[in-house]
């Protein structure tokens, strides 16, 4: 059982910047950020496997960048102009495997989630 703890969400205003973080209990192979919105689906927002490859879904390439500590077993997402389209409770998953897909049946597990708000 791996267990994951999100924290550095918060309130900002339209092109401010947050970086998440997700505490995990034991380090895993693959781990990615998924985020909610009321109304919408949960949607796969960025992922990193063992080796540090990215993949970041279309909306936010060039504005959030995923990475880890492997020393620490933290992942971290750094966002960057932000946009309210952004906002969400954002979610960590994670899962022993080589690769790391952005959807969300894939993922063993997952934590409890850090809200972000972001207004215009």
């Known amino acids: 059982q791996v267990h994951l703890v999100e924290s550095g969400g918060g309130s900002v205003q339209a092109g401010g910047s947050l970086r998440l973080s997700c505490a995990a209990s034991?380090?895993?192979?693959?781990m990615a950020w998924f985020r909610h919105a009321p109304g919408k689906q949960r949607e796969g927002v960025s992922s990193?496997?063992?080796?540090?490859?990215?993949i970041y879904t279309g909306s936010v390439k060039g504005r959030f960048t995923i990475s880890r500590d492997n020393a620490n077993d933290t992942l971290y997402l750094r966002m960057n102009s932000l946009k309210p389209d952004d906002a969400g409770t954002y979610y960590c998953?994670?899962?022993?495997?080589?690769?790391?897909?952005?959807?969300?049946?894939?993922?063993?597990?997952w934590g409890q989630g850090t809200q972000v708000t972001v207004s215009s």
């Open positions: 034991e380090i895993t192979y693959c």
């Open positions: 998953a994670a899962r022993s495997s080589v690769t790391c897909p952005l959807f969300e049946s894939f993922y063993t597990y």
């Open positions: 990193l496997d063992r080796n540090g490859r990215p």
